[in-house]
């Protein structure tokens, strides 16, 4: 026991030490893409607890960012630059949120607005207005959805930029894959229609499909020029679109900035 928390204690010093050393290294490497979900205080019941961060936190954490010369970037720079546009600058940086809360409007919109760094959300379309309703209430409480309006002000502002989260947030790969096919394609279509803005991002919901190549490639061909997994990590850019996904950097709520440098820097944080 001892012995174990001896070998613990020292490599966990070791990772310190080394993502300090990597620090340069790494913010030049790859692109990091944080994934949040939602900005808060968990609900009463909610088993989910680790996918809220509380907004003084997230407040922190894009302070930090912009501090460190990180520039938050939206997803139409992102696919600009895939597409051989205007590169990305050194330090870019993409904020994301999956599924497309209430509480990222109330709190993360008007932070990132405030402190002048930008955001993306993918939205389960058939949601919007309503609830995270693909969760079971018994074991992770309904709360509400950012409505058509909320999007259309964020948008607007130019700090958020959206994508697609599907129509419904299934599992695509417990899909038939045209089933899988019409979600992706849909949801495109249907977000293009009333925000008026191409969805160039999508992200598989759970990361299910995304490094299944029968899945990923109905993704590409919807016609999505960047799709995201939820696998941890930082994926290189320029970016190897035909090799598979962009990896992502998971924003739990118990992270502390060190945390975030450490991701940022090594890919991950904790990895034990
Ligand atoms: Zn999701």
Redesign the pocket.
């Given at each position: 026991m001892l012995n174990e928390l001896l070998a613990v204690t020292v490599f966990s010093g070791a990772a310190l030490a080394s993502a300090r050393w990597t620090w340069w290294r790494g913010a030049a490497r790859g692109l990091p893409a944080l994934v949040y979900?939602k900005i808060g205080k968990p609900p009463e019941g909610s088993k989910l607890k680790d996918l809220w961060v509380s907004p003084e936190k997230f407040r922190s954490q894009v302070a930090w960012l912009l501090a460190h010369g990180y520039v938050p970037v939206l997803f139409s720079e992102v696919s600009k630059a895939q597409k051989g546009g205007k590169p990305l600058p050194a330090n870019a940086v993409l904020i994301t949120f999956?599924?497309g809360y209430e509480n990222n409007y109330t709190h993360a919109y008007k932070i990132l607005r405030e402190l002048g760094a930008k955001g993306n959300i993918?939205i389960?379309f058939n949601t919007i207005g309503k609830a995270n309703l693909w969760h079971d209430p018994g074991t992770e409480p309904w709360i509400n959805m950012a409505s058509m309006k909320m999007l259309t002000e964020m948008q607007e502002s130019g700090v958020m930029e959206f994508g697609s989260?599907t129509m419904s947030?299934p599992n695509l790969e417990k899909l038939p894959l045209e089933d899988a096919a019409w979600e992706l394609t849909e949801s495109k279509k249907q977000l293009e229609a009333a925000l008026g803005r191409e969805m160039s991002a999508f992200?598989y919901?759970?990361g299910a499909g995304a490094y299944t190549p029968a899945i990923r490639a109905l993704a590409l061909k919807a016609g999505y020029v960047l799709d995201f997994s939820f696998r941890q990590g930082k994926t290189p850019w320029p970016w190897n679109r035909e090799a598979g996904p962009i990896d992502r950097l998971f924003i739990k709520g118990g992270d502390n900035n060190l945390d975030l440098r450490l991701q940022l820097t090594r890919g991950a944080s904790r990895l034990w």
């Open positions: 979900h999956d599924d993918f389960v989260h947030h992200a919901p759970y």
